[in-house]
């Protein structure tokens, strides 16, 4: 199989051991990840949107690109450099969505999204209540 071709046929949320990784894989999600922040920082530096309006846009970005198709062959190819940043958290809501629907019908809707994220929420909620803890909060 040539190189990159493992990568490119493998299931978005398919986990593999280290020996099986193709080294071209951790470049092209240094590249896609790095590109994305890249993006992003752009977009805060040369434009009046603040940091929260970029997050948004980036999420809905993610949205758009994988309710087009176009975000898991990215997520294939890149990895972790394409699900990591909050492109890839749009990704997870359209794709739990999708499946909720197929389930239980128009309640996937509503459903889908959360069930699919609730275990990056669930984190996110607890590492900051702990950080909110151990430190001293302002504001």
Known sequence: MPAGRLASTRAPTQHRSFREVDSLEFVWAFLVGGCLCALAQLVVDLTPLTTAHTMVLFVV??????????????????????????????NVLVRGVLKEVGK??????????????????????????????????RG
């Open 61 to 90: 970005l993610g949205v758009t690109a994988s309710a087009l198709g176009l975000y898991d062959p990215l997520v294939r190819t890149a990895g972790a450099g394409a699900s990591v940043p909050l492109t890839g958290f749009g």
């Open 104 to 137: 239980s019908g128009a309640m996937g809707l509503l459903t889908g999204g959360l069930t699919a994220s609730a275990a990056g929420i669930t984190s996110a909620l607890l590492v900051a209540t702990m950080a909110a803890l151990a430190f001293r909060p």
